[in-house]
């Protein structure tokens, strides 16, 4: 199966402990996935997974809570590279209700 990596968004800073829960939390609903820092962004993460798994959590979680915090999928993409690049730009399409593309 190929990666397919998705933009995560949150409504606070993601602390390690923040990322391991959704880690843990990906982990047991969707197999393999895991969970990457944004360094531009301390408000976003990327879920590195499968096509089938990405497809999954875009749909069935698009807005999904671990712990306090809200988090709201954005984007998916073969290319890690976009998806930081998104994650730089901000993340006003997040809090303004414009996920996916």
Do not use: Q, W
Request: hydrophobic share 40%; with cysteine.
């Amino acid at each position: 199966m190929s990666k397919r990596y998705v933009l995560i968004f949150s409504d606070g800073d993601f602390s390690e402990a923040l990322r391991r829960d959704l880690a843990v939390a990906l982990e047991g609903r969707y197999g393999g996935a895991g969970v990457i820092a944004v360094d531009s962004n301390p408000r976003a993460v990327i879920v590195k997974t499968t096509d089938v798994c990405a497809e999954l959590l875009r749909r069935e979680c698009e807005h999904i809570r671990v712990g306090k915090m809200h988090l709201t999928t954005v984007l998916s993409s073969g290319s890690i590279g976009k998806l930081k690049s998104r994650a730089s730009s901000g993340g006003a399409e997040a809090r303004h209700g414009k996920v996916h593309e």
